[in-house]
């Protein structure tokens, strides 16, 4: 049943005390003073945050620096650390005492409303789009065996990507038996855009022949490994807003096959007899859209760690399945030489984000624990630069400690982007991406509650606290300014979506007063959402107009979050 505009609307807006402010002390940048010959109040300096592990020669983390032992330079320039922290792994909780419990009707994208949460967190992504079926199968024992033996202290989160798309087989936990239960549900799968991205030469006995056939495959090859490496990047971009909202250093675990970051570059005396064939043969960079998934991972404060799920390899000769064609009584180069563009993309990916790539080992449940322990104690260095900096490019950091013989690692640098003027079609895509994403945001925070709508029948009404430190206001003449846009989502039991009927935008004009206390106190929102029996869950969106910045949040709707008349007159719950 469809709610008529008038229900729909219905809880608007209130100002009211529902969301303390998430703004640390002293986090804010230097802004210039408000006076009433200048009231628009102006960001002159924009923070750049790095995550800092350092050990000693042994491996072993050093835990005892402090912010005068640390140096960091920007393209070479060296710069004032004005933040500093170090964090360790998070102890178990001690005995009697219990993690603050967020009801059953709430939901938060912020995992830091869990008193439980640790300052660092590891999710383990099963990439089996770009894994062999069989290297699948080996890759998930393994992790089997890992999750049988965390410790108390790791905070692990399970996610998988398949040729269907991302999905969330456990989130953030210490038990390992619910992770055990959840992965045996993680199926390996064959994915024909594996299977397409590869292919033995041709072998017909006629030369021209084979070149035929071989430019084919090439040409469908190269298709099918670009759609790979396209899906998984934006997937990973997925990931790093999903984790944006999780405080402190993110290690991600990519236990994946991986791919080439280049197309048509390959066996130099195959390129030769491909460029003979067909002089415009298919050649593509795909940097681009590692980069731009590294900037969103770094953004987020997500350090990659990939696991070479092939494991140990070895020469290509050695598998008597091949169709090895011989030349001259010669094999051709790709037959005795081991191809690492795949693990090249693997350290690419890890250096630019503060991570360390594992491959050429069968001990992958090894390279997972090392993972996690590499952030056992992790710093946090801060430092402002003035705005005229941002110029969109990249800007590399060099981070050093004054201890002799300590091993650094930080990410390498970061993109230094100008703010953008968004358009209403920019605003619309974004918007579009999370309302299909299987992951939530977390760039503005939300709680979320659900109950029985008391006055609309057919609906569920959902009461929306919206973290206002996330909302970029404008000092314009005395008013505080901002422009949100509020949207809510069904998605039934099949997985389909049910686009919002409308956008409800919110202009707020705060007097200074008003600000001061929404800014201690936070905002909320409510709204009566229709539902149907086939309605399994709502998705809450808010995005930010001025910066761009967007939150999401999923409910799920049972029958006890409907109005009993709702039930009476459809005759079937939920």
């Given at each position: 049943?469809?709610?008529?505009?008038?229900?729909?609307?219905?809880?608007?807006?209130?100002?009211?005390?529902?969301?303390?402010?998430?703004?640390?002390?002293?986090?804010?940048?230097?802004?210039?003073t408000?006076?009433?010959?200048?009231?628009?109040?102006?960001?002159?300096?924009?923070?750049?945050?790095?995550n800092?592990?350092?050990?000693?020669?042994?491996?072993?983390?050093?835990?005892d620096?402090s912010?005068?032992?640390?140096?960091?330079?920007?393209?070479?320039?060296?710069?004032?650390i004005?933040?500093?922290?170090?964090?360790?792994?998070?102890?178990?909780?001690k005995?009697?005492?219990?993690?603050?419990?967020?009801?059953?009707n709430?939901?938060?994208?912020?995992?830091?409303?869990?008193?439980?949460?640790?300052t660092?967190?590891?999710?383990?992504?099963?990439?089996?789009?770009n894994?062999?079926?069989?290297?699948?199968?080996?890759?998930?024992?393994?992790?089997?065996?890992?999750?049988?033996?965390?410790?108390?202290?790791?905070?692990?989160a399970?996610?998988?990507?398949?040729?269907?798309?991302?999905?969330?087989?456990h989130d953030?936990?210490n038990?390992?038996?619910?992770?055990?239960a959840?992965?045996?549900?993680?199926?390996?799968?064959?994915?024909?855009?594996?299977?397409?991205?590869?292919?033995?030469?041709?072998?017909?006995?006629?030369?021209?022949l084979?070149?035929?056939?071989d430019?084919?495959?090439?040409?469908?090859?190269?298709?099918?490994?670009?759609?790979?490496?396209?899906?998984?990047?934006?997937?990973l971009?997925?990931l790093?807003?999903?984790?944006?909202?999780?405080p402190g250093?993110?290690?991600?675990?990519?236990?994946?096959?991986?791919f080439?970051?280049?197309?048509?570059?390959?066996?130099?005396?195959?390129?030769?007899?491909?460029?003979k064939?067909?002089?415009?043969v298919?050649?593509?960079?795909?940097t681009?859209?590692?980069?731009?998934?590294?900037?969103a991972?770094?953004?987020?404060?997500?350090?990659?760690y990939p696991?070479?799920?092939?494991?140990?390899?070895?020469?290509?000769?050695?598998d008597?399945?091949?169709n090895?064609?011989?030349?001259?009584?010669?094999?051709?180069?790709?037959?005795?030489?081991?191809?690492?563009?795949?693990?090249?993309?693997?350290?690419?990916?890890?250096?630019?984000?503060?991570?360390?790539a594992?491959?050429?080992?069968n001990?992958?449940?090894?390279?997972?624990?090392?993972?996690?322990?590499?952030?056992?104690?992790?710093?946090?260095?801060?430092?402002?630069t003035?705005?005229?900096n941002?110029?969109?490019?990249?800007?590399?950091?060099k981070?050093?400690?004054?201890?002799s013989?300590?091993?650094?690692?930080?990410?390498?640098?970061y993109?230094?982007?100008?703010q953008?003027?968004l358009?209403d079609?920019d605003?619309?895509?974004?918007i579009?991406?999370?309302?299909w994403?299987?992951?939530?945001?977390?760039?503005?925070?939300?709680l979320?509650?659900?109950?029985?709508?008391?006055?609309v029948?057919?609906a569920?009404?959902?009461?929306?606290?919206?973290?206002?430190s996330?909302?970029?206001?404008?000092?314009?003449?005395?008013?505080y300014?901002?422009?949100?846009?509020?949207?809510?989502?069904?998605?039934?039991?099949?997985?389909?979506?049910?686009?919002?009927?409308?956008r409800?935008?919110?202009?707020?004009?705060?007097?200074?007063?008003?600000?001061?206390?929404?800014?201690?106190?936070?905002?909320?929102?409510?709204?009566?959402?229709?539902?149907?029996?086939?309605?399994?869950?709502?998705?809450?969106?808010v995005?930010?107009?001025?910066?761009?910045?967007?939150?999401?949040?999923?409910?799920?709707?049972?029958?006890?979050?409907?109005?009993?008349?709702?039930?009476?007159?459809?005759?079937?719950?939920?």
């Amino acid at each position: 049943m469809k709610l008529s505009r008038a229900a729909g609307l219905a809880c608007l807006l209130s100002l009211s005390i529902c969301l303390q402010s998430q703004t640390p002390p002293g986090s804010q940048p230097e802004a210039a003073t408000q006076t009433s010959a200048s009231p628009v109040l102006k960001v002159t300096t924009r923070l750049v945050q790095v995550n800092v592990l350092v050990h000693d020669h042994h491996g072993q983390p050093i835990g005892d620096l402090s912010k005068d032992d640390f140096t960091v330079t920007d393209q070479g320039k060296p710069q004032r650390i004005s933040i500093f922290s170090v964090e360790a792994a998070a102890a178990v909780p001690k005995t009697g005492t219990q993690p603050t419990v967020i009801p059953s009707n709430q939901f938060s994208n912020r995992f830091s409303q869990r008193d439980d949460m640790p300052t660092s967190a590891t999710v383990i992504l099963l990439d089996f789009t770009n894994t062999k079926f069989t290297d699948q199968v080996y890759a998930k024992q393994q992790v089997v065996k890992f999750l049988a033996q965390i410790q108390p202290e790791d905070r692990v989160a399970l996610y998988q990507l398949t040729s269907s798309g991302f999905r969330v087989i456990h989130d953030f936990t210490n038990n390992p038996s619910a992770l055990l239960a959840s992965i045996a549900q993680a199926m390996p799968g064959i994915d024909l855009r594996m299977l397409g991205s590869e292919f033995d030469p041709a072998n017909t006995g006629t030369d021209a022949l084979d070149n035929s056939i071989d430019y084919a495959n090439q040409r469908y090859a190269n298709f099918q490994i670009r759609n790979r490496v396209i899906d998984t990047c934006l997937s990973l971009k997925v990931l790093a807003d999903h984790l944006a909202g999780l405080p402190g250093r993110k290690s991600l675990v990519w236990v994946s096959g991986g791919f080439p970051m280049f197309i048509g570059y390959g066996d130099p005396e195959a390129q030769i007899n491909m460029a003979k064939l067909a002089p415009n043969v298919d050649q593509e960079i795909l940097t681009d859209y590692v980069e731009d998934a590294s900037r969103a991972l770094n953004n987020a404060s997500v350090a990659v760690y990939p696991v070479d799920a092939r494991g140990l390899l070895g020469l290509p000769m050695a598998d008597a399945s091949k169709n090895v064609k011989i030349v001259h009584g010669r094999l051709p180069s790709s037959m005795t030489h081991v191809d690492n563009s795949h693990t090249d993309t693997m350290q690419y990916v890890a250096d630019l984000t503060g991570g360390k790539a594992f491959y050429n080992s069968n001990d992958i449940k090894g390279a997972i624990r090392k993972a996690i322990d590499d952030s056992a104690v992790t710093y946090t260095l801060g430092f402002y630069t003035s705005e005229e900096n941002w110029d969109d490019r990249y800007h590399k950091i060099k981070v050093k400690v004054k201890r002799s013989g300590a091993e650094v690692r930080a990410k390498k640098g970061y993109f230094a982007e100008r703010q953008q003027n968004l358009t209403d079609r920019d605003l619309t895509l974004r918007i579009r991406d999370a309302i299909w994403s299987p992951l939530d945001a977390a760039g503005v925070g939300l709680l979320a509650s659900i109950v029985p709508s008391p006055t609309v029948p057919s609906a569920s009404r959902i009461l929306l606290k919206v973290s206002s430190s996330d909302i970029s206001f404008v000092q314009d003449q005395g008013v505080y300014k901002a422009n949100v846009d509020v949207l809510f989502a069904t998605i039934n039991k099949r997985g389909g979506v049910r686009p919002p009927d409308q956008r409800s935008t919110l202009n707020l004009q705060l007097k200074p007063d008003t600000y001061t206390r929404v800014m201690s106190e936070g905002l909320s929102a409510g709204r009566d959402v229709g539902v149907s029996p086939e309605t399994e869950s709502i998705k809450v969106i808010v995005l930010d107009r001025g910066t761009g910045q967007l939150g999401s949040v999923t409910i799920p709707v049972t029958k006890k979050d409907v109005s009993s008349k709702t039930l009476a007159a459809a005759g079937t719950g939920l």
